[in-house]
């Protein structure tokens, strides 16, 4: 391989014995230039995995197999179960090729054997990066925008329904509207949908998703199609790590996807932050709100997010409450990037037909409008000034 640096390939390695270790890391090392390594020795257990994969976003992963361990196993089942695209590589201390053909068929991608080589270890990185770029190209295809409340009742998914059937109106192509709030999703509620499966089922499938499969893990309503979130709450501070296997795929079928978040800051939400291209937070004029938005943009900044792509959306904005709007961004430090109107009517409307808001609402009207501003050619947005005396107002010191 010619890499000169691969700082962005996170690289695991599980090995409970230091010697195989010791072999294998100067190889990957030199092979992966500059890329982040971590080793792990022994086999952690489930919670350690939920807490390592949280912190250590690896894009690779590299895990010793001395024998045919039921501690080994296990591990590369629990990998697969909470990282389903980590591509594993089974790292055996010799010929063993009946172990191999079990490593593979329970998920892992390759495979090395003691005495590891060089040549070996470029062959197989050569084939993980092909796959890896393959799949990056791929996710590529369609627009991801999530839609994220700084405040719980903040009307966040009242805009992630109507956006989406706005996107599929104005030409963006197929749509896909992703419930991903794990805890009180709200999508179904809203929609008046029922359906057998949610993002919790594509998580399980990664590997086997296929056109047949994804249609039956997703409801059609109002022209777009919907993923739900699952029925019974999930914890995302322990039970999910990554929504990538999820968008990743949804991302080859759509030409627009958007995405609606909780307010939480966790892990889940960071992922979709960061493979987004555009986030939508959104608050309304009122203090509590504006605050909590200050928290949420600096949480997103301290994530490593691009904060380019972060738009401040003030949602149920009126002239008669709240802070005036041309004062939001010297509050904010940020420019907003569009004002919703309070349109209680067809809000309520909207939930009593199980609709998104009407286009020719006043409401639908501007999130049309807002969502001309988001497609490529249209994007207009304008700096906010330096924060100013009502920045003072938000501090947390």
């Known amino acids: 391989m010619n890499l000169t640096d691969a700082r962005f390939l996170l690289t695991l390695l599980i090995f409970p014995q230091k010697k195989l270790a010791a072999d294998l890391m100067p190889m990957v090392a030199k092979a992966l230039p500059l890329a982040p390594i971590q080793n792990v020795s022994g086999y952690p257990s489930r919670p350690q995995l939920v807490d390592l994969l949280r912190t250590f976003a690896a894009r690779m992963c590299f ?22 695209a980590l591509p594993v590589v089974a790292v055996l201390s010799g010929n063993k090729p009946e172990l191999v053909l079990e490593c593979l068929r329970r998920g892992a991608s390759e495979f090395l054997m003691a005495p590891l080589t060089p040549d070996q270890i470029d062959a197989c990185l050569g084939r993980l990066m092909r796959s890896l770029h393959a799949t990056s190209e791929a996710a590529r295809r369609g627009r991801l925008i999530a839609v994220a409340p700084a405040k719980a009742g903040a009307g966040a ?19 896909l509207l992703a ?22 089922d594509v998580l399980q499938r990664t590997g086997q998703l296929d056109a047949d499969l994804w249609k039956q ?58 493979g987004c291209d ?3 937070l959104v608050c309304t004029t009122e203090l509590l709100s504006l605050h909590a938005a200050q928290r949420a943009l600096a949480w997103y900044e301290n994530g490593g997010i691009d904060m380019d792509k972060v738009r401040v959306v003030v949602n149920q904005h009126s002239p008669s409450s709240g802070l005036e709007l041309d ?63 009502l920045a003072g107002l938000f501090s947390r010191s």
Request: charged share 20%; proline share 8%.
């Open 217 to 274: 893990m997703v409801t059609p309503s109002n022209g777009v199609e919907v993923l739900l979130a699952p029925e019974s709450p999930v914890d995302p501070g322990t039970e999910l790590s990554t929504a990538d296997p999820v968008l990743d795929y949804a991302q080859t079928q759509y030409e627009t996807v958007v995405a609606d978040l909780a307010a939480s800051a966790t892990p889940w939400n960071l992922s979709v932050a960061r």
């Open 157 to 175: 998914t009242t805009i992630s329904c109507t956006l989406a059937v706005a996107a599929k109106k104005l030409g963006s192509g197929k749509t």
């Open 63 to 84: 895990l010793e197999f001395p024998d045919a361990s039921a501690d080994a196993f296990r591990t590369l089942e629990t990998l697969h179960a909470l990282a389903p």
């Open 327 to 389: 004062r939001i961004p010297e509050a904010l430090g940020r420019p907003v990037f569009f004002a919703l109107p309070v349109d209680t009517d067809a809000v309520a409307k909207s939930l009593m037909e199980a609709k998104p808001v009407g286009a020719g609402t006043a409401f639908g009207r501007e999130v049309g409008k807002m969502l001309q501003l988001l497609l490529p050619a249209g994007e207009k947005v304008v700096r906010a000034a330096k924060p100013g005396l």
């Open 179 to 200: 419930d991903l709030d794990p805890l009180t999703g709200t999508v179904s509620f809203l929609l008046r949908l029922k359906s057998g499966y949610s993002f919790m």
């Open 278 to 280: 555009d986030l939508l």
